[in-house]
Each structure stands twice: as structure tokens, then as C-alpha cells.
């Protein structure tokens, strides 16, 4: 079992990933590099002098021996998490709408027993962990960031803590074993994931169930998903990469689903070795990604994302050259690597447009002068087009933006950059 140097929270630095993080094999292949990019949540406030912001490469690898695509290089989680780190899962709807779904679905499937604990990793603002309140059992967040403030004020119970040896050791003496844990969105984020499982084995009775959410690579893949691969993502998960680090640890999928957060993620749970049997859904699932990791399927999302790129510019440049306004709407994580790679900058989007209570609103864009502004200002002061930086869910954001009243043209960026009237 491969453990990497470990980089000490608050240290400033970052260490270069050069060994696959579940195998630790030295082959890693580079399948693209998106160039220096910030932090994604490092937003000065709009006003601000110019001072050092720093970059760090972001290059993509794959391991063919685990299946796993990572990051090459772990930077400081104090600096990508700091307290003030400003997402909350709350506000987002696709993924309040998951969570409920994955609380029924839990119920169906492997219902826990009255009083049992149910654990959420990274609980954020506690969404996820609301669906399980009433329903007999207890619950516990364990959240390093100053969302864990909102779910105390939620009467949600939360560690404010990383996820480390301390906070299981606390946990296990304070509540006890926890029934299931999950971890949603941030299973791929923390650093040495082998020391993640120990916790979590830890942490699990005999009949424990793990449950985790992450990007999806095959999703990635299919839709160039570029913008979603930044320092906060440490791995891109493939189900196959996931049976490789569970059976380390004495797990094995159980059961395993494509969902649709974040333009395409994979639920897993988990379970002891030999505990329960597997459902179908996890051979099935296996079998249909196998045929797309080929290297030629990575040399066609390189090239592609290239084009991609270059389509984007070049629909702008007519744009402006027109001398037509353009606000980018919505500024998820992603967006910062899509701005900083392609090289848009407050010349070319005027502002980037958030709903009211966003935590983002009256900063920059990472890298950039580029202003995080009131939605509002899309029906007050409409653009020529909207730039949809939660391209993946255009289907729903559209007809809402309509319906409140814009009528000018979006701008959809990935995979295919397009002008939808």
C-alpha cells in the first residue's frame, strides 16, 4: 500500500504527485496540461490592490496499473480549504435534490437501525446529513471550513475538523462507530487517500457501509469536462480505480451508479470483503467503461480540448469585435479553470454574475479583474450574451433566466462551443 510524503496542513508548499496515489506505481502518463492556474476559491475582494496571487501546474495522469487519472502535483489544503472558503453545498439545487435521493435510496437498500450513526466526510453546510434528521438515527459532520458553522446553526452536529487520525479518535470515543459514512465531493479531494481509508475502516462496524460521490472520469472524458480539473481534485475516479483502493483495505462495491452532479459523477458503496453481495449494477458498470480508457480515447479528448478551446476564442473574438457585452453567469470552481486556461480576462467578460446571498459576490475571479456580480444585473443591465459556466445543467438554467425576464443569446462553452438564440 503506497504512502506518499505527506504535506503538512499550513505549510505553505506543495509536493509533487510522482507516484499514482492509489498503487504507487512510478508509470504515469501525462494526458493533458492545462498550464499555472490559482487556487479557484482564492477571490480577492473587488477594490483590492494587485499582490501575489501564486499558480501551480495542473497536469493530468494516468496510471494504466490502478485506473486512476490524478493531479501531479498536492498543493497546500490550507490554502486551496481555508475557513473562509466560500462554497456551500446548500444553495446549489441538482445537488440538495441528490442528496435527498441518496438518503432514499440508502433507506431502500441498506437501511440503517434506530440509533445508528450515519457520518458525513466533508459535511460542509450539512445538506446532506438534513435528510437523514427525523428518521431514527443520529448524524455527525466532520467540516474544516466556516460551513461547518452554518450546519451547528442547522442544530446538525459537526466536527469542525479535517478528516484526519485525530478526528476519528475523537469521534470513536464521543459517538462510536459510525453505521455508514459518506463522503460527497471530497473523497477525491484529500490528499493521501490511503490514510482517508484507514479512518474510514476505523471508523466502520462489521456491518459499516462507505458511501462516496466524486467526478466520474468517464464523464469527464465524454463532455471534455477540462474546467473540472483543479488543485482541490486531487483524483478522477474510474469504478475500476475504486475496486483497487477498496480492496487495499479490506472493502469491496457493492453497488455502484452514474449520477449527474457536477456534469457527471459515480456513487460507490462499500462494504467488508465478503459482508454483502454485489449487485449487479457494479459488474455492469465495469464492463461498459473498460472499452473507453485506451490511449487512443486519450489522445481524442487532448486534441479535443484544443479545439474546444480555440472555438471558444474564436466565437468571443467576434463577439467583441462587434463591440457586444458578455457576462459570464454563474462562477462555480470550475469556472476559474476554464477562465485562466482559455485567457479570458475583463476585457472580454465584463462580469461574472451569481445568485443573490453567493458567498462570491464582490470578488475576482480567481487570476483575474474579472468581478463577481449580482445576478441582478442580468435583467437590469442585460448582456448581448450569457456565458453559461454551469454549462453542464444549461438545460435548466435557460428556461429560468427566461422566464426572469433575459432575452438576449447564451453562450454554452463545452463541449461544443455554441450560440444557443
Known sequence: MYKPEKLAAGSGGSVVADRCQISGSPDLQSLLFLGYLPPVNTMPLIGSALGEQPS???ELLWCPHSQ???LGLVVDPAILFP?????TSGTTRIL???FAELADEVFKLYPPNAGDLVLDIGSNDGTLLSNFLGKGVRVLGIEPTDAGKLALKREIPTLCSFFNATAVDRTLRESGPAKIVTAANVFAHIEDVNSVMEGIVRLLPEDGLFISESHYFISLL???????IYHEHLRYYTLAALAVLFRQHGLEIVHAKRIPTHGGSI?????RAGYRPALPSVSALLETERPRLTPQ???DFKR????SKLGLLSLLDGIKRRGETVYGIGAPSRASTLINYVGLDDGIIDAVLEIAGSYKIGKYIPGTRIPVLDEDLLFTQPPDYALLFSWHIADELIPKLRAKGYQGRFLIPLPEPRVVE
Do not use: I, K, M
Open 96 to 98: 440538495r435534490e441528490n
Open 297 to 299: 480515447a486519450f489522445a
Open 83 to 87: 475557513p473562509s472558503y466560500p462554497y
Open 304 to 307: 479535443d480540448v484544443v479545439r
Open 222 to 228: 465524454e463532455t471534455l469536462q477540462y474546467d473540472t
Open 267 to 271: 456513487r460507490v458503496y462499500a462494504s
Open 56 to 58: 501551480y501546474p495542473a
Open 68 to 70: 486512476l487519472a490524478q
